[in-house]
């Protein structure tokens, strides 16, 4: 199975920038499809963007959407996800994930983390007003 590590998380005020990495081992990532999900204190676990293991197919919250870029460097195990314009509603703990189900192999994006089979620890992400 595939162990993700995420890091790149931090303190930045309003309007920044961060871009977080979940690096993967154990396994061949090119064929799993990974999303990133994000916990505001006292809140859900909430779906962030998601890219298929070709890379073919993306998706975004409504929330993150013109502000959030996700993407996948593959010949080196990574998933990013580029966050600009940063707003203090986008503090949260956030999570990578990957799946390879046969689902997952046939270009769908996943959205919901129950369908997700592989969970990093997290990255804190704080935005100062």
């Known amino acids: 199975q595939v162990q993700l590590v995420e890091s790149g998380g931090g303190l930045v005020q309003a309007g920044g920038s961060l871009r977080l990495s979940c690096a993967a081992s154990g396994r061949t990532f090119n064929n799993y499809a990974v999303a990133w999900f994000r916990q505001g204190p006292g809140q859900g676990r909430e779906f962030v963007a998601a890219i298929t293991w070709s890379g073919g197919g993306i998706v975004y919250s409504d929330s993150v959407k013109g502000r959030f870029t996700i993407s996948r460097e593959d010949t080196k195990n990574t998933v990013f996800l580029q966050m600009n314009s940063l707003k203090p509603e986008d503090t949260a703990v956030y999570y990578c994930?990957?799946?390879?189900?046969?689902?997952?192999?046939?270009?769908?994006?996943?959205?919901?983390?129950?369908?997700?089979?592989?969970w990093g620890q997290g990255t804190q992400v704080t935005v100062s007003s």
């Open positions: 994930a990957a799946d390879d189900s046969p689902k997952s192999r046939a270009g769908w994006v996943l959205r919901t983390d129950s369908e997700y089979a592989y």
